[in-house]
């Protein structure tokens, strides 16, 4: 088995190698926006930049005979680029769009590094300014026995293209910290060392990592650590990444106990000098392997959160560190609209900053609160996906529906107002145009009333707000104390979407979302961590598979089997740095939960994480981060016992227990009479051992009544 899934291996690279080359060759024989869509994606993208850095160094031999070389090559490049703008607005299947959004962000990026070069009054190809870029190379290496390949220069780092079949993947946009990130690593790889990216949530070092693989074509083995994983787990993720020659990439390495870490840097230091004296096979944990080059590790990390340890030293040594601070909004965001079709993109881009750091400055200081840049990136995708829906819609209108409805469910009432006052002052003159699921809303309320509830339009109102977020994020917080309808929000949202369903109200599957869908509920606090995501019994080794990991891995195997229905797991209780941080790789991009018998298992895309949540007082910024807001307080239920009173005395009535005993109107009007000056009185008078809430109490009173 094992020299059958080798030689796949080698066919997968002979097999993209043959279509790098015939994607070279037809470059320059083809219409550049026809050629995009006549052969791989991964080459497509790869030989783009082949020709660039080949024309550019073309130029640069013209420049003695014509000075102004480079700006006119400027020139043409932004104009190419226009051409492939004008193509994202044109009716592309998915994976086109993914292919042209990738080129463009490659291209644009292209362009800076052009006009940067001509800023710096760069002459010569030795300029650092030009080695500093990743630059591609179709040569045999001056010798003509060889066969033509993909050489990458970055520069004194010279890396062949790995040939790793990744497919039609999105790119991340590169900024001045991406650059020096890039660089950072490869010199890294360079030396024999590995890379260790840092700094707070957000900033892009575990997605850094994995754009430089899709570069240099390398399989990246992201995996999340935690405190349960032991030297012997590391050493067989080591034994098997050093055979394959991907990378590793360790997010949240120094989770790991410090005693652990003593024997990886040992089990690293092996595998780095065996590569480094250029050996083929090593002797690793007593055991004969096989070794390959390409083999790289890279840890992130967040210095100073709950739960991390301090690397040792012999550890530290094998990383080249790298500081992820603040990336540049602007640019990224610019980059992006670009890529999502919209034209006045740098306007609106610095508009979105401002507005963000308005909102930084000026919102009252939550626990939920977060505008870094996963919050940026979700406007993004929204304010994308709005575009498509309506191309003719004015741009600024877009944009401000897609910052209200990515932000203001997660904010307080006092705070709303604010933020929409700051929209208003940086888009005077813009009317906001609703777009309305009259659809959805009309099943919510049927719903609603199905169940015995109240149909109050605020609360109605968080139910679109919760569909909203779960369209962009797949991990959704419901934030707020007990009783505020986290709950029912959840339920009824479901129960809308299976009746959509029901009545085929999306006969094309066009959305997602409305589908049979099951919720997994569980309590987090209630079992250990072992119970929660599997533990490895210490005397027998073997595996034993938490509650977490059994439900995943069956709504996995319900995917193979169509239609596949959607499953939300959701998380009832409080979140804490000591189990959320586990799941950090399966909130974000990555979608993989890990476990620590080394195994990842791919989340599918029709699950959807939730939690319902008090507050997020012990959470971690990389929690909060990673997670869509939604936050429910009792003023979205007319104030919060109202609505209750009144489904609890219409609910007597149905069962008519009481006959003409109860009546409903006069209980209902003495409770308005004389419940609102009691709490008055309870709150400013009387103090509790215990915290209550409002409807809690009116609750309570309604049982004793009953």
């Known amino acids: 088995v094992e020299h059958w899934l080798s030689e796949i291996e080698r066919c997968m690279r002979t097999t993209l190698h043959d279509a790098m080359k015939t994607c070279v060759l037809s470059y320059k024989n083809s219409v550049r926006e026809e050629w995009y869509f006549q052969h791989p994606a991964q080459c497509v993208s790869c030989v783009d930049v082949i020709y660039w850095t080949s024309e550019v160094e073309e130029v640069w031999s013209k420049m003695e005979a014509d000075p102004k070389a480079l700006v006119t090559y400027r020139e043409s490049y932004s104009l190419q680029i226009l051409r492939t703008v004008d193509l994202v607005k044109k009716d592309l299947t998915s994976l086109q769009r993914t292919l042209v ?175 480094a004296e250029g050996k083929t096979t090593m002797m690793f944990d007593g055991h004969n392997m096989k070794l390959n080059s390409n083999f790289g590790v890279f840890i992130t990390m967040n210095p100073g959160y709950a739960g991390r340890t301090e690397l040792p030293d012999n550890l530290k040594a094998l990383f080249r560190p790298i500081c992820m601070m603040i990336p540049d909004y602007a640019l990224i965001a610019e980059i992006m609209f670009y890529a999502e079709g919209f034209s006045d993109s740098k306007s609106l881009a610095q508009k979105m900053v401002q507005l963000y750091n308005l909102s930084s400055q000026q919102l009252s200081k939550q626990d939920h609160y977060d505008f870094g840049m996963r919050a940026v990136k979700s406007i993004l995708v929204m304010a994308g996906s709005l575009k498509r829906g309506d191309p003719d819609a004015p741009e600024d209108m877009l944009l401000i529906r897609a910052m209200r409805d990515a932000n203001v469910p997660k904010f307080l009432r006092e705070d709303t107002t604010l933020f929409m006052a700051l929209v208003q002052d940086l888009f005077p003159t813009v009317e906001i145009r609703e777009s309305i699921n009259e659809e959805l809303i009309k099943a919510i309320e049927t719903e609603l009333q199905k169940a015995g509830k109240q149909v109050v339009t605020p609360f109605v109102d968080k139910l679109m707000q919760l569909y909203k977020t779960m369209v962009v994020r797949h991990g959704v917080m419901l934030v707020g104390a007990s009783m505020s309808g986290k709950t029912t929000n959840a339920v009824t949202l479901r129960d809308a979407l299976v009746r959509l369903k029901n009545e085929n109200a999306d006969p094309q599957e066009t959305n997602r979302f409305i589908n049979k869908t099951t919720i997994y509920r569980l309590n987090p606090k209630s079992i250990s961590m072992g119970e929660m995501y599997g533990d490895i019994n210490p005397t027998t080794r073997e595996w034993s598979d938490g509650v977490l990991s059994h439900i995943t891995r069956v709504l996995v195997d319900h995917t193979k089997s169509p239609p596949p229905a959607r499953s939300w797991i959701c998380f009832d209780g409080p979140v804490d740095a000591i189990w959320i941080e586990n799941m950090n790789t399966v909130l974000d991009d990555n979608k993989l939960l890990c476990l620590v018998n080394g195994e990842r ?106």
């Not at 999340?224 to 050093?242: E, P």
């Not at 209750?644 to 003409?660: D, E, I, M």
């Not at 005993?661 to 009691?678: C, G, K, M, Q, Y």
């Open 601 to 706: 298992i791919k989340i599918p895309d029709t699950l959807s994480i939730m939690f319902e949540v008090n507050d997020l007082k012990v959470a971690s910024p990389a929690t909060v981060s990673r997670c869509g807001m939604v936050y429910m307080e009792p003023y979205y239920l007319d104030g919060g016992w109202q609505p209750l009173c009144l489904s609890f005395t219409a609910h007597v009535t149905k069962q008519n227990l009481y006959g003409k005993r109860w009546d409903a109107e006069r209980i209902n009007h003495l409770l308005s009479l004389f419940v609102p000056p009691t709490l008055q009185f309870l709150r400013k008078e009387c103090g509790e051992y215990i915290a209550t809430i409002d409807s809690q109490l009116v609750m309570s009173l309604c049982k004793l009544l009953q």
């Open 101 to 275: 959004c990738c080129l463009l962000v490659v291209d644009v990026h292209a362009k800076t590094v052009l006009e940067d070069l001509e800023h710096d009054n760069c002459q010569t190809v030795d300029d650092f300014n030009w080695q500093k870029q990743l630059r591609y190379y179709w040569t045999n290496n001056g010798n003509p026995k060889d066969p033509e390949d993909c050489n990458i220069g970055h520069s004194s780092a010279r890396v062949l293209y790995g040939y790793e079949y990744l497919g039609n993947q999105p790119r991340l946009v590169i900024t001045p910290l991406t650059e020096r990130a890039f660089l950072t690593c490869t010199g890294a790889l360079h030396m024999n060392l590995g890379a260790a990216p840092q700094g707070p949530a957000g900033t892009g070092k575990t997605e850094s990592v994995k754009d430089l693989g899709k570069a240099l074509a390398r399989q990246v083995v992201v995996f999340n650590c935690s405190d349960g994983l032991n030297y012997k787990m590391m050493s067989q993720m080591f034994a098997g990444l050093a055979q394959a020659g991907a990378w590793a990439c360790f997010d949240e390495f120094n989770r790991i106990d410090i005693e652990v870490l003593s024997v990886v840097a040992q089990q690293m230091l092996e595998v780095t000098l065996a590569i």
